[in-house]
């Protein structure tokens, strides 16, 4: 009896965030170990701002890096010296881009590239269809497809740790969304407001599942990670935001405690002024398999990405997340934070900003990673059991 083939749909297609392709190749890896044939679908998704490099393709095959520099910089006369900086790290996004391209191309099984008009021609290919993890779902770059709306409906079809990245959807999105939800099969989620979304807004049961990336043990991903040669004590940042009262707060700190600040600056090739002069150490250089490393070989992580987090609590390590948003804010995404905190009970390693400054003694507070690994490996069992039904149909209406 042949194996059934799974076809995954996530944010993997010319990705260049961390969290998305890591995430997408733990999915992979954890379905395989599972007996199924798996590959990420090579989706060209639309509407997804900030989320992929810009590109540009020249003569022969080499792809130059753009550097997305906002209006109010590019309206100052460049000098000869801004040009010069502005050449020197688009040469290191490029170093960045090829390490990318070479972890998806790599390390991930993939098909070939669909667009919208195409997606439909993959479904021949798979037995069973899988959206997710990431927030395939949030509202801000709705498309169709991370819903399997192209997918028939003698196809299975589930989600596995979808996100809605926010906390309530407004009254045009989810009649939006209520059009397509109901052909899934089999809905699970990563966020527990995800859960309530889907009983409140469409009367359905989703299941609670862990983020791809905790299926994995930290042993399985020592095995992927790459050595940096850092022979330093150092705080690790790594920062979508551009707070630069953040940045500010962390070299304040980082000096408190006889550390140097380890870097990914620009990231998603946007400049951003904040990040000039604020590192000891600016990394370019690094894909996936390296950025595992330098969080497993820091003495403190502070960040304000889910998913350094997440590798933060695989590595037992002393970190703390910031908040990118308030939580009132419209494109707030704290909600993630606040679900897996909770369940591990670790709420205190959110801060603000507010925080960061009346607390100076922040920094000495120790986390119970032995209670955090009994409820991980607890959780861990109950998203094993589910993807080991994953070829189970079931009435989750309410």
């Known amino acids: ?11 993997y297609h010319n990705s260049e965030n961390y969290g998305g392709l890591l995430q997408a190749y733990a999915l992979v890896y954890k379905i395989k170990k599972l007996g199924y044939e798996c590959e990420q679908i090579s989706y060209e998704g639309s509407n997804l701002p900030n989320l992929f490099i810009d590109k540009i ?4 095959v080499m792809k130059k890096i753009i550097l997305i520099v906002p209006k109010k910089v590019k309206n100052f006369a460049l000098n000869l010296k801004d040009k010069q900086k502005i050449k020197s790290i688009q040469s290191g996004l490029q170093l960045r881009s090829e390490a990318f391209e070479n972890f998806r191309l790599n390390r991930i099984p993939h098909s070939k590239t669909y667009n919208q008009k195409t997606i439909n021609n993959s479904v021949a290919n798979y037995d069973i269809f899988v959206c997710g993890s990431d927030q395939i779902w949030n509202p801000i770059w709705t498309d169709n497809s991370y819903y399997l709306d192209f997918v028939p409906s003698n196809k299975i079809k589930i989600s596995y740790a979808a996100s809605f990245g926010v906390n309530q959807l407004s009254p045009l999105e989810s009649k939006d969304i209520s059009k397509i939800i109901n052909r899934i099969d089999r809905i699970s989620v990563r966020e527990s407001e995800g859960k309530e979304i889907l009983k409140e807004e469409f009367g359905l049961n989703a299941e609670l599942v862990l983020d791809p990336t905790l299926l994995l043990k930290k042993q399985e991903w020592d095995a992927l990670a790459e050595e940096v040669p850092i022979n330093y004590k150092y705080m690790f940042v790594y920062l979508l935001g551009d707070s630069i009262k953040h940045r500010k707060l962390i070299k304040k700190y980082a000096i408190k405690l006889n550390l140097k600040i380890v870097y990914l600056p620009h990231i998603f090739s946007k400049y951003c002024r904040n990040d000039e002069n604020f590192a000891d150490t600016d990394l370019y250089d690094v894909g996936p398999e390296k950025f595992i490393s330098l969080i497993k070989n820091a003495d403190i992580i502070i960040t304000d990405s889910f998913h350094g987090c997440v590798f933060s609590i695989i590595y037992e390590k002393k970190f703390w997340a910031l908040k990118r948003h308030a939580d009132e804010h419209a494109s707030t995404m704290n909600s993630r934070l606040y679900s897996l905190f909770s369940l591990l009970g670790i709420k205190e390693r959110i801060i603000s900003e ?4 009346i607390e100076p003694k922040l920094f000495n ?4 990673y032995i209670q955090c690994k009994k409820v991980l490996s607890i959780c861990r069992e109950q998203s094993l059991t589910y993807l080991k039904e994953i070829d189970t149909v079931v009435n989750f209406s309410i």
Do not use: P, W, Y
Request: a positive charge; hydrophobic letters at 35%.
């Open 1 to 11: 009896m042949s194996q059934k083939k799974v076809g995954i749909i996530t944010f």
């Open 365 to 368: 507070n120790e986390i119970d």
């Open 354 to 357: 507010e925080k960061l400054t």
């Open 57 to 60: 393709v020249t003569k022969g």
